[in-house]
C-alpha cells in the first residue's frame, strides 16, 4: 500500500493532508511550523506511519519557503516531488469551480493531482 502526504507550502506553516492510496483520510487538517520544531513535528507523524507502506510526498514549488522542507527531507532520505505551480492551477480550475482558496482546499486539489 501507499501512503500519500501532501503538503500545502506557506512562509510560516505548512498544511498537510494524509491519504492512503484509496483516498482513505489518514491524517487530516495536520499543520506544522516552517522551522526546526515544526519539522520534528513532522517527523514525528511521518514515523507513526506503517514502514511496510510506501510513502509518496508531494507539495507545491513555492520558491525559497521550501527549502527548508526540502532539506529536511532529502536528510532523512525521503523521496518527495515538487509539482509545478502552474500544473496545479489548471488543474484546480478543472478539478472545481469555485473560486475559494485556503490551504485545507490546496491540499487536496494537490493531493487529488
Known amino acids: 500500500m501507499t501512503i500519500i502526504i501532501d503538503i500545502d507550502i506557506a512562509k510560516y506553516h505548512h498544511q498537510t493532508l494524509i491519504l ?7 491524517v487530516n487538517d495536520f499543520s506544522f511550523e516552517n522551522n526546526h520544531q515544526g519539522f520534528q513535528e513532522f517527523h514525528h507523524v511521518l514515523m507513526s506511519l506503517d514502514p511496510t507502506h510506501k510513502i509518496k510526498i508531494g507539495f507545491e514549488a513555492t520558491g525559497h519557503y521550501g527549502n527548508n522542507l526540502k532539506n529536511f527531507l532529502m536528510n532523512l532520505g525521503v523521496d518527495f516531488m515538487e509539482i509545478h505551480p ?13 473560486k475559494t482558496k485556503t490551504d485545507k482546499l490546496d491540499v487536496k486539489v494537490i493531493c487529488s493531482y
Open 20 to 26: 492512503s492510496e484509496t483516498g482513505e483520510v489518514l
Open 86 to 98: 502552474v500544473l496545479i492551477n489548471q488543474f484546480s480550475k478543472a478539478y472545481t469551480l469555485r
